[in-house]
């Protein structure tokens, strides 16, 4: 009997034990739990990006990463440079901005804006001597000096790549290299004097003349 009563004194002790410390794992719980969501609050905060024709200067001015340049109108760009760097491919940060040529722009607006494009939104800008003005801007039906749709032409590369086409990413290629994009750089008129290289007056020349083919063609299309 007494050997019958001791074991039964242990089963309460450990019944106890387990139960304490179950509602000491659920307490934890709750406190984890309790303190997790103003964690998710302070993540999920939205910064607005404030874009006006002041946004955008001297395309020397950003940072180059190959053969295109990048900012950060939030002042992030260590995080765009990883993005644009990342051999994999990665989502570009809020308020990524991404350049080719001077009058072409993509920039990375709040998280929601507009889920189809990426939120990235597409600008064509008019620049001159004494700053930019923004011709067009919008998310899906922008389309640049030569009628293209910038969305249509860059949507390939959304999987991997976040809708920068560079090469490779699935984009069709253009007929503008990067002879000719280079030259466009470095021939910023918002950037003052032009830094030219060899070979860039040709490669002016070569582009001025697709384009004046393009507009010829464009014009016979139209007279029939
Ligand atoms: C005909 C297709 C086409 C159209 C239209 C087009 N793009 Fe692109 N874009 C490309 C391709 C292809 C590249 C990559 C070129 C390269 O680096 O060789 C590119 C490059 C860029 C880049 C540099 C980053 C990247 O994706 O490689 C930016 C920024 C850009 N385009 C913005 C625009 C904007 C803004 C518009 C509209 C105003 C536009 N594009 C219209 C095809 C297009």
């Known amino acids: 009997m007494k050997i019958f009563l001791k074991l039964v004194n242990n089963l309460m002790a450990i019944m106890i034990i387990t139960c304490i410390s179950s509602l000491s794992v659920s307490a934890e719980t709750v406190a984890a739990s309790e303190q997790t969501t103003p964690t998710i609050n302070v993540a999920t905060e939205t910064k607005v990006v404030e874009i006006n024709e002041e946004s955008f200067s001297c395309i020397r001015d950003m940072t180059p990463v190959r053969h295109f340049y990048v900012d950060n109108l939030l002042g992030d760009i260590d995080s765009t440079l990883a993005a644009a760097n990342n051999p994999k491919g990665a989502i570009y940060p809020t308020g990524s901005v991404v350049q ?61 790549w976040d809708f920068i086409c560079e090469s490779g990413h699935g984009c069709e290629p253009i007929p503008i290299d990067h002879a000719m994009t280079g030259a466009l750089q470095r021939s910023d008129p918002r950037c003052g004097e032009a830094v030219p290289e060899d070979g860039d007056w040709m490669a002016l020349f070569k582009l001025k003349a697709m384009i004046s083919i393009g507009l010829t063609k464009k014009w016979f299309e139209d007279l029939f």
């Open 100 to 160: 080719l040529v001077p009058t072409e722009v993509m920039v990375k607006r709040e998280s929601g804006t507009f889920p189809a494009t990426g939120d990235w939104e597409f600008f064509e800008l008019i620049v001159n001597e004494s700053g930019s003005k923004i011709n067009k801007r919008g998310f899906v039906d922008v389309t640049n000096r030569f009628d293209g749709n910038c969305f249509t032409c860059h949507v390939p590369a959304k999987e991997k």
